[in-house]
């Protein structure tokens, strides 16, 4: 294998774990912002809910910003394409992701109940969209979308935004994914919550973490009756052009065959399923530290079974399937992944210390804030 | 092409970005002011151990926390908008663009958001000189994550550091050495970050003579406006100085850019060549209605030298003519080596490599967009009707950048006055400073947007600079898409606006107050809070 085939997977590889930090982190927020109407009752319940990953929210929601510059940097064929592909769920992601800071910092600072209820409204719809769109992006991709490239690889779009807005698969992707964020918000608040709190939020986290376990069972059975995607040609060292160059069929229940092909890969499918049951029965036996590791380990489950199946397609064309993008094709120049892979040799480990460190100083039980202390959340 | 490029839609995103983009830039500005600002009083606070210190950095922190969450919110629109809407412009150039962007985020965006949040909450729980260290951080990344931000957008201006390659039909990155240290993207850091400290000490220096007008909270007003008068001559000295240095590169980097800013539609004629004051560039017919200059030192301010003439518009129109017909064979070669793939094909591209970009501009006046499709008889209308294009908007460009100058030059006069009369303690006394201080407060930041719409608006019809066309560069939506996209941008952010407003005033009014925020003190403290509040609210109506 040539160096840059190599950089274009391990470069794939990251983009999972970006996926999965995305997933855990933001997730995680999310989840306490969907339930924030329903963990608290009082403003005081709900300040303490928000104070809870107040330190953390903006450094978690960087995995978002870090997913779109990796994208970006490392496969700007991908990028380009998919975020104008998807552009009316994209804009409401957007605006959805940039309510939440606003939410965050401005919730608080003035007392009118009108003003808190409002803001209160937007973090339930901030935090469950986003999750919902991402999930649905997934399930999008898996069934593929209709697209195509003119000579000088600028997109044409070939089918509405409703056949991926109202498409039945993709929204059960899209539910999963907000259980799952609603299991990892619960289980947040359980470790840092005290009662009512604490007891509103496990009942959650159990529930969520269940519902993602039969949404993610159905969805794998579902998958097996897709039309997926086999790579017929294509050489994967290939300057990275999605115009031409691959040759590309389509066949219902293609993307089992990896798993045909490399068995070890069930695992990926086993931990997710695994990982979501026990975390359920941990949050039930009140071991939220123990349950919210369980959570990463759904994540990875989840992603890791996405990726294993599709391997290497990234957003297969139903239009032009030749013109699928690929690992191999609408990535960066080999100078730039090897730079980029350096970079990130460097700060990741830097960025997971301070990380860690700050959820260290910051741990223990959070208080409601006094009605009037601005300074809280 | 096989689908006509709907100009509508293309103005339709441009307009989009324009405004998201400026909306951003009315945060960020402040961020980098502050940042710096709360860490040089944090200092104070850590060396004299000053009660009054650890109240102006937590009061000056609190505004800057209101600001920064939307700046925040805002940049993420950025970061995803390359994607959603210039998807050309991001496959064709992603290459080198993304690596800024990602690295932005590695190093500077992700330390700047994780340890803003130990800035507000750590108080208790860290020791002095700990959090002392925190701030700086968070100055430190706020502050390079502009420096990357730049570099990206100096790579937009000066693409350094990347070829075409033929083979992908984009550009690639070759040089990260070319790319950082590219210089307009070191000139633009460190004028933006300078002009950022400014807005920052006119913030400060603004809302202490609020406070020194109606007599409240002196001692700490009195302080916050010293400090920040002499601050704020150091910015603004050093933005000028910078901002002339980013021009003189300009000059030799995009001479379109210095020529619109300038108002030079013809070349000069040094040294009497005169800088222009005023006047009212038209597009349309390309001359100055009218204008009114300063002899003698339009060259030395743009060349450093008393000799060189600066080029014109109409002879850089005339100079474009040649590059535009070798551009146009640029590009057909390029497209029948994107299917044939032989070396002969190859070598033709190779010998027109360097105009392709202008070959990419003339799409717009080929028949049905197709320059491979011009005829010998048709070649030199469509050149001729091409030359225009490589030119920015004159108007735009000239009075944005005069704009900038002249609100530069009134905030050193206000800094350089307040900083004369706050050293010698007289401050009080002369409340038509204080009155002037505290309505400037929206200059500096005004001046950011026209520096803003100077530097990119200037660089049109380029996002690639003699590469890549602005038309060519944006996503192949329909118009719908941008009308329901720029219907909820202006809703969001209208409301945005509102809400920050209304609290920055709430809590400019308010005033600083000693404040524990985690302790049993806390009620009081609010109570006395309130109260003020109250009776500031009370004073101003």
Known sequence: MDLYTILKIVWAGLLCVL??????????????????????????????ALNIIGPHWD???????????????????????????????????????????????????????????????TFLISGFLPMFVYGAAFGNVLEGVGFHFDWMGQYYQDSSFWSYLINPFAILCGLMSVALSIFQGGVMLMMRGEDPIYTRAKNCAQWG???????????????????????????????????????????????????AAHPILWIFPLLGIVSMFVGAALARGNSPHVAWWFGALAWIGTIGTVGASMFPFFMPSTTNPDQSMTIWNSCSSEYTLLCMLIVALI???????????????????VKAPSITDSHSY | MEQLINPTVVDLSRFQFALTALYHFMFVPLTLGLTFFLAAIETAYVVTGKQI?????????????????????TGLTMEFEFGTNWSMYSHFFGDMFGTPLAIEGLMAFFMESTFVGIMFFGWDRLSKPAHLAVTYIVALGSNLSALWI?????AMNVPDGGHFDPDTVRMVFDDIVALIFNPDAQAKFVHTSTAGFMTGAMFVMGISSFYLLRREHRQFAAHSFRMAAVFGVCATLAAMTLGDNLGRLDYEHQPTKIAAMEGIWDTTKPPYAPWLLAALPNDAKQENAFEIGIPYILTPIVAHSFTTPIIGMHELEAAAGPRIESGIAAVTALRRYEQSHQQADLEQFKAHEK?????????????????????????????????????????????????????GCWSLFVF????????????????????????????????????????????????????LPTFLSASTHTVGYMVFSLIGFALLYTTFIAAELYLMFKFARLGPQPHDPHGAADAVHVSIGAATHVSATATAH
């Not at chain 1, 086999?230 to 300057?239: E, H, Q, R, T, W």
């Not at chain 1, 691959?246 to 798993?259: D, I, K, L, P, S």
């Open chain 2, 150 to 154: 730049l570099v990206a957008n100096g």
């Open chain 2, 355 to 407: 105009d392709l970009g202008y070959g990419f501009l003339a799409i717009q006046h080929a028949p049905n967009q197709d320059v491979t499709a011009i005829t010998p008889d048709q070649m030199p209308n469509v050149v001729k009707q091409t030359e225009p294009d490589i030119l920015p908007n004159v108007f735009v460009t000239f009075w944005a950048f005069r704009i900038m100058v002249f609100i």
């Open chain 1, 59 to 121: 450094g978690n929601q960087v995995w978002f910003i870090l997913g779109g510059g990796a994208i970006f940097a490392a496969f700007p064929t991908l990028y380009a394409t998919s975020f104008s592909v998807f552009y009316v769920v994209m804009i409401l992601l957007l605006f959805s992701m940039i309510l939440r800071p606003v939410a965050f910092e401005y919730r608080s600072k003035a007392e009118s109940t009108r003003w808190r209820e409002s803001w209160d409204w």
């Open chain 1, 209 to 259: 973490a269940i519902i993602a376990a039969v949404l993610f069972i159905i969805g794998g059975v579902w998958v097996r009756t897709l039309r997926g995607y086999v790579l017929d040609s294509g050489n994967p060292g290939m300057a990275s052009v999605p115009m031409t160059g691959q040759h590309v069929t389509r066949e219902v229940g293609a993307w089992m065959h990896n798993y």
């Open chain 1, 19 to 48: 996926f999965i930090g995305l997933g855990l982190f933001v997730g995680m927020d999310m989840g306490v912002g969907t339930l924030l109407r329903f963990v608290g009752k009082t403003d005081g319940e709900r300040r303490a």
């Open chain 2, 416 to 467: 350089a006055i307040g900083a004369y009369v706050a050293l010698k303690n007289k401050l009080e006394q002369n409340r038509w400073l204080l009155t002037l201080a505290m309505w400037s407060i929206p200059l500096p930041f005004l001046a950011a947007e026209f520096g803003w719409i100077t530097a990119e608006a200037g660089r049109q019809p380029w996002t690639v600079f003699e590469y």
């Open chain 1, 347 to 365: 700060f990741v480990p830097i960025i997971l210390w301070y990380t860690s460190w700050c959820y260290y100083l910051m741990g223990g039980k």
């Open chain 2, 53 to 73: 210190y650890k109240e102006m950095t937590q009061f000056w922190g609190k505004l800057f926390g209101i600001n920064f969450a939307i700046g925040v919110a």
